[in-house]
């Protein structure tokens, strides 16, 4: 009875594109039958053409509105209870880049993978969705381009930060394709945007930035940062 109730599991995680199926508690009553007493199904959302009557049974409702949000952009987005937004492209680099505010002292506020083909429009959402979050004290922004340009990304954060007069600081990591074009940009923006190019500075900068700002929070008080030209 057991290795068929497995091998109906294994049929159903193939059948609906499953990325769980658990079945706990399974127990075992007096007269040696078997129930599953509670389940847990979770279904990959790349599969939803296929699975359009499964999908259909979603209930939004119960999900972060933030992340509902981020799905209709193609946004991964994932709120923690940190205080360091994130904007990343590919989920490893974004695992990596909240480690390393965990390693410096900061919690991230959030999993955020803009992916690979991302727009100027898609970065501009991301950021209306960070600034959402009325925990975040500062944005650390970690891109990778290499089918993604650097360039776009640029264009995506300097229009989020006029758009939504963004007053928290931005720090930002760019490397690869257009990446000189996209610091260029940047730099002629007049905007208080933080570039840097070492990923262990930018992580320490933004730990250091939310810190003082979830000071001048406690104290009621505001604070404006100023960006020399020097460091630009």
Same mark, same amino acid.
């Given at each position: 009875?057991? /290795?068929?109730? %497995?091998?109906?599991?294994? $049929?159903?995680?193939?059948?609906?594109?499953?990325?769980?199926?658990?079945?706990?508690?399974?127990?075992?009553?007096?007269?040696?039958?078997?129930?599953?007493?509670?389940?847990?199904?979770?279904?990959?959302?790349?599969?939803?053409?296929? $699975?359009?009557?499964?999908?259909?049974?979603?209930?939004?409702?119960?999900?972060?509105?933030?992340? /509902?949000?981020?799905?209709?952009?193609?946004?991964?987005?994932?709120?923690?209870?940190?205080?360091?937004?994130?904007?990343?492209?590919?989920?490893?680099?974004?695992?990596?880049?909240?480690?390393?505010?965990?390693?410096?002292?900061?919690?991230?506020?959030?999993?955020?993978?803009?992916? !690979? !083909?991302?727009?100027? $429009?898609?970065?501009?959402?991301?950021?209306?969705?960070?600034?959402?979050?009325?925990?975040?004290?500062?944005?650390?922004?970690?891109?990778?381009?290499?089918?993604?340009?650097?360039?776009?990304?640029?264009?995506?954060?300097?229009?989020?930060?006029?758009?939504?007069?963004?007053?928290?600081?931005? /720090?930002?990591?760019?490397?690869?394709?257009?990446?000189?074009?996209?610091?260029?940009?940047?730099? $002629?923006?007049? %905007?208080?945007?933080?570039?840097?190019?070492?990923?262990?500075?930018?992580?320490?900068?933004?730990?250091? %930035?939310?810190?003082?700002?979830?000071?001048?929070?406690?104290?009621?008080?505001? /604070?404006?940062?100023?960006?020399?030209?020097?460091?630009?």
């Amino acid at each position: 009875e057991t /290795v068929k109730m %497995l091998m109906n599991m294994y $049929q159903l995680f193939v059948k609906k594109d499953a990325l769980l199926i658990e079945i706990n508690p399974y127990a075992e009553d007096a007269l040696e039958g078997f129930f599953a007493l509670d389940a847990k199904f979770r279904f990959d959302d790349n599969a939803e053409f296929r $699975q359009k009557e499964l999908f259909a049974l979603r209930d939004w409702t119960q999900e972060d509105p933030k992340e /509902v949000e981020a799905a209709k952009f193609d946004l991964n987005y994932i709120a923690l209870d940190g205080t360091i937004g994130c904007m990343v492209n590919g989920a490893g680099l974004a695992m990596a880049t909240m480690d390393i505010i965990k390693l410096y002292g900061g919690d991230p506020a959030n999993f955020l993978d803009v992916g !690979g !083909g991302a727009t100027a $429009q898609a970065v501009k959402e991301a950021f209306k969705i960070i600034t959402a979050d009325p925990k975040v004290h500062c944005i650390l922004v970690n891109i990778f381009g290499g089918i993604m340009r650097c360039d776009v990304i640029a264009e995506g954060i300097i229009a989020a930060a006029k758009d939504l007069n963004m007053k928290m600081p931005i /720090v930002v990591r760019l490397q690869g394709t257009n990446v000189n074009e996209a610091r260029e940009l940047i730099r $002629q923006s007049g %905007l208080r945007i933080i570039p840097r190019h070492d990923l262990d500075e930018a992580a320490n900068l933004s730990v250091h %930035l939310a810190q003082i700002v979830h000071l001048a929070r406690e104290m009621n008080m505001d /604070v404006s940062f100023e960006i020399p030209d020097s460091v630009k």
